[in-house]
């Protein structure tokens, strides 16, 4: 689809910002990778070849018996017993003396009969967020050659857990503001473009709204409804939209007097095309201005509802609850300069991109 000339000079604008241009391309490259986690970071392989057949169980549920064990439950690939058998073709020689079994499947023969040699492709860190690693030692563990980042307090791999935790909170927080910019927005030029009485009781009812503490609210409902993700993003946007009302209401109080909008009423287009079609594009400035602090708000909201206890589950990864945890084991640094530069690199990263957004929608904004 092409860009219509006012976008093509936006798009323009943006590249020339290198903060932000560059900024972009970082961050879509780190949320990018993020999204494809499971086949990052698991306890489980991408690619299973038992048998002469493909198994994917990042995707599908195999219990131990699909591979030739003895119980139903999902089978533990980490597991040296479940690795032989896959290897192996499934003998049950794996139970007796499985490293042995899985030096000879190597060959290809076992005990001189031959064998459909099987395989597994791991991820490149076979841990997942929820993974409890033996160690050998007391957590948290110190960084090493197979733990990167190191460990937590209940040995589970942090550089798993960060990843997850990156994708986790963009998603959140993506969605949280999208969902209150679109009713801060609506509300805003509802308030501007109509004034008087519908201004005077809107405004009325956001005071109150502010004012009611967000934070019982969230504990009370969750002690009610128990803690989820969804019921978060809803508790928050619930309380979010009102940051965007001040800006486009006052953008649109002042413009609904100008002569556009007053020719566009005497020629009988309908309010709903006055107020999005022909009064919004000139509210984007500030509208954009205010998104990095929404944004860089909400991250901060989950980050501090986590450290607090009153977010996400507790078995979600989340960067505020290792942020909790570097508060508990300061014995360990490598959880706080963890944490730190997971907020550093994500929240400037974001401001970066809004602002170029922002000046490029600006018409008095060029970069030479």
Request: aromatic share 14%; net charge neutral.
């Amino acid at each position: 689809m092409r860009l219509s000339p006012l976008n093509q000079r936006r798009w323009r604008n943006f590249r020339r910002n290198g903060r932000a241009y560059w900024s972009l391309i970082i961050f879509s490259l780190l949320f990018g990778v993020s999204l494809f986690a499971e086949y990052l970071a698991n306890d489980k392989p991408i690619i299973v070849s038992y048998q002469g057949e493909w198994y994917s169980p990042v995707h599908k549920f195999y219990s131990e018996q699909d591979f030739g064990g003895d119980f139903p439950t999902e089978a533990i690939y980490r597991d040296i017993e479940v690795q032989c058998l896959i290897r192996s073709g499934g003998l049950e020689a794996c139970f007796d003396d499985p490293e042995g079994i899985m030096a000879q499947a190597e060959t290809g023969v076992v005990d001189g009969q031959a064998i459909i040699r099987g395989w597994l492709l791991w991820p490149p860190i076979p841990y997942s967020y929820d993974t409890v690693n033996d160690i050998g030692g007391a957590a948290p563990s110190a960084p090493d050659s197979m733990h990167l980042l190191g460990t937590d307090d209940t040995a589970r791999d942090v550089l798993a857990r960060v990843i997850y935790g990156f994708r986790l909170s963009i998603l959140f927080t993506l969605i949280v503001t999208g969902i209150a910019s679109v009713i801060g927005v609506i509300a805003g030029a509802v308030q501007g473009y109509f004034g008087g009485w519908t201004d005077l009781i809107f405004q009325r009812f956001i005071e109150i709204w502010t004012s009611t503490p967000q934070l019982y609210i969230i504990i009370i409902l969750f002690a009610i409804l128990g803690r989820s993700f969804w019921l978060l993003v809803f508790l928050t946007a619930l309380f979010g939209w009102p940051s965007l009302v001040g800006v486009v209401r006052a953008e649109f109080l002042r413009a609904r007097n100008f002569e556009y909008v007053r020719a566009a009423r005497a020629l009988g287009v309908s309010n709903t095309k006055i107020m999005f079609r022909h009064m919004l594009p000139n509210a984007m400035v500030a509208t954009l201005t205010m998104l990095p602090f929404i944004i860089t708000g909400t991250i901060g909201t989950l980050a501090s509802l986590d450290f607090l206890g009153f977010g996400l589950p507790s078995s979600a990864p989340s960067l505020g609850e290792l942020t909790l945890q570097a508060k508990q084991n300061l014995q360990a640094p490598w959880l706080g300069f963890t944490a730190f530069f997971a907020f550093a690199i994500m929240l400037s990263l974001l401001v970066f991109i809004f602002e170029g957004i922002r000046d490029a929608f600006d018409p008095r904004k060029t970069f030479s």
